[in-house]
């Protein structure tokens, strides 16, 4: 699955689990929303983070570069 993903907005690391999905350290769900952005599925809250790797995941990429 890989490592965790860093939340530039709080702090908090978001450990991946399948799909697209992960929990940050305080428990709240994150749902990707693209390589560098997930939301937060409690608050509804986009998150900027360190990105979510398609090899992690076994998702497309949304970078076309």
Known sequence: M???IYDFEDGNFIYPTSGGMGFD????????????MSMDMETGDIHFNSGWKEDRLGMESDDEW
């Open 2 to 4: 890989g490592g965790p």
């Open 25 to 36: 350290t305080e428990g709240h769900m994150h749902m990707r929303m693209g390589d560098n």
